[in-house]
């Protein structure tokens, strides 16, 4: 029996993950934590576990919502290497984290979701409210030490590197590209041509976390 990207959703998380979030919740006002990984390791899923068990002491902003639209990646001519590193709006997501990072006492920040079913971000489709305490911020080139991606780490309290084996991985971003209407046979080109690569360089930044997660098929836990 293979496992699908969407049972990690489901899976348990284990308590010292959930007290290592806690942690920073209590020594700051805001924290902001960085999950970083390459395409397909399940970032989301163990950001929404995260999210399940503090609830509203908590917000997921991913870095997907600053991927450049379809119509500019047109006109750049990148689409064809849409999430590579020159595919987003990488200044833009700094100026959100440093707004994070330091809010007004009463502001609510909005921050730019990413829609798989449409393959475009949506601006200020995500409320950072001030009561928020914990801002968990996932995406790929968290670690890049490449300008303007070097901004990022700084501006994070921790970022913790998700790991999934690779094989497993690619399956699974294989299964997603197909779930939102590729072929199999261009799901796999995509991965070998596109994410592939991203994933090596990603990989490359993992000596610079602060932790690594994944899950054993039962649990999420610190590796």
């Known amino acids: 029996m293979t496992t699908s990207e969407n049972d990690i959703a489901d899976l348990m998380i284990d308590e010292a993950v959930v007290n290592a979030a806690q942690a920073l919740i209590k020594a700051r006002p ?12 399940g970032k989301s899923s163990v950001s929404e576990a995260l999210l399940s068990r503090l609830g509203e002491a908590m917000q997921v902003v991913p870095m997907d919502g600053y991927h450049l639209s379809n119509r500019e990646l047109a006109r750049l001519g990148r689409a064809a290497r849409k999430g590579a590193p020159d595919t987003f709006d990488s200044a833009g997501y ?24 449409i393959e475009e971000p949506i601006a200020a489709s995500i409320a950072v409210s001030p009561q928020t305490s914990l801002v968990v911020t996932e995406g790929n080139y968290l670690l890049m030490e490449e300008t303007p991606w070097d901004r990022v780490r700084p501006l994070l309290d921790e970022v913790w590197y998700v790991e999934v084996d690779t094989q497993l991985r690619e399956q699974w971003l294989v299964e997603r590209h197909m779930r939102f209407g590729r072929s199999e046979a261009d799901a796999k080109a995509w991965v070998a041509s596109t994410d592939r690569p991203n ?7 993992r000596v610079r976390a602060d932790r690594r997660i994944g899950w054993d098929g039962a649990c999420i836990r610190f590796l």
């Open 199 to 205: 994933a090596e360089r990603i990989e490359a930044t």
């Open 30 to 41: 805001r924290a902001l934590l960085g999950l970083v990984g390459a395409p397909g390791a």
């Open 94 to 117: 700094v100026s959100l984290l440093e707004r994070l990072r330091t809010p007004e006492t009463d502001e609510t920040v909005y921050a730019p979701g990413f829609y798989r079913q």
